[in-house]
Structure formats: C-alpha cells, structure tokens
C-alpha cells in the first residue's frame, strides 16, 4: 500500500458522516496529495519518497481529521436546517388540509373552547412558525459568519441553532398535544390521516434533534 493510499484510509477510517460529503472530502485530499507528490517527483525524488513527503505536508491525519469531522458535521447542520425550513411548515399545512377534508371545521363537535384552550392554539401558533424562522435565520448568517470563522467554529453556530429550532418544534408540539388532551382526549382521534400525520410531526421532530446531538459527539471525540 503506498502512503497516501495509507493516509486516506486511515482518514477515511476515523470520519463519520454523510457518505457522499466524505466521498468528497477524501477525494478533493486525495488529489492534493497526487498533486503534492507529483510536484516532488518532477523534482527528482523517486515515487515512494515523493508520496512520504507529500503524506507529511498535509499534516497529521488525527488534526486533518478533526478538521474534516467538523465540515462534515457542518454540511449535516445545513441539510438539517433546510429540513426545519421546508418540513415544518409542510407538515403543518398537510395536517390541517386533511383536518378540513376528513373532519371539517372544529364547530362541528358542539362543543365551546375555553379561554385558556384557545391561549394554547394562539401560542401553538406561534411557536410553530419560530423553527422555520430560526433556519432562513442560521442559513442566511452561516453564509456571513463562513467568511469569517471555520469549520469548527461555525459548526458550533449551527449546532446551536438546529438544536434550538428542532426544540422549539418539539415544544409546539407537545403544547398542543397535552393542551388538546386536557380539553377533550376525543380530539386526539381527528381522523386516520390526520393521525398519521400527527405521528409522523412527532417523529419528525425527534428525529430533528438527532443530527445536533450526534455532531457533538462526533466532534468530542
């Protein structure tokens, strides 16, 4: 094995992330390190020398990789927010067009809201529209700040902000659940695809805070 088919794999080894970011991430290494080499071996040096010097201007792989770790953990960030951005706000409109088609407006069950029920709707409302909001937010100022700080330091920024977005939708969520529950535990069976949907948010909101979480462990390690 040569030494940079040596370095790549142990590079490859100790990333983890998305399989096409890493893909990208040790080719573009790959061919710096053929281009490094190559540039030696027009000096004079033979192959095998010529790669062991290329290998040791790149770096040490345990630094490289830490590196590379936090650009990958920052394009799973960005993919993260985009999700926040359109998934969300589809969800939500999904479930509230198969509420009118399969249920119809909630006067039908007879039955007044309280005061304090209706405070409970007026906050759901707003909190569900914050994720988005914090996403266009982060995605926008990750483009600002990506100027100015690395990888890793961005990545600090955007972990924060999935995990503040993917919070907030989790909190709407159970607000209304809960809320709706005390009410009338009637209304928690809408109709079956509004049920489905509704497993679905909930799925879709744990599996949000995931990616923050995991980025953080991969990062420590």
């Not at 030696?40 to 192959?47: F, H, N, W």
């Not at 009338?184 to 049920?195: F, K, Q």
Request: aromatic residues 8%.
């Amino acid at each position: 094995m040569s030494a940079i088919d040596g370095y790549i794999g142990d590079l490859d080894a100790r990333l983890r992330g998305s399989a096409a970011a890493k893909t990208d991430l040790l080719t573009e290494a790959r061919d710096g390190l053929v281009d490094a080499a190559e540039a030696y071996r027009e000096g004079g040096v033979d192959e095998a020398e010529a790669e062991r010097r290329a290998v040791a201007d790149f770096g040490p792989v345990a630094v490289i990789a830490r590196d590379y770790q936090a650009e990958l953990a920052l394009r799973g960030d960005i993919g993260t927010l985009w999700k926040v951005i359109v998934g969300i706000p589809l969800i939500h409109v999904s479930w509230e067009l198969a509420r009118i088609w399969t249920y119809g407006d909630w006067s039908r069950s007879g039955k007044s809201n309280p005061e304090w029920y209706m405070s409970v709707i007026e906050l759901f409302g707003v909190l569900v529209i914050v994720p988005p909001l914090i996403g266009v937010v982060a995605l926008f100022g990750a483009r600002r700040l990506g100027r100015r700080l690395d990888s890793v330091r961005l990545g600090l920024v955007t972990r924060w902000t999935v995990g503040a977005a993917a919070s907030t939708n989790l909190l709407a969520l159970l607000l209304l659940t809960v809320g709706t529950a005390a009410l009338d535990p009637s209304r928690m069976n809408v109709s079956l695809a509004c049920n489905v949907l509704a497993a679905g948010w909930a799925a879709f909101s744990l599996w949000l805070l995931a990616p923050a979480f995991r980025s953080r462990r991969l990062l420590a390690a």
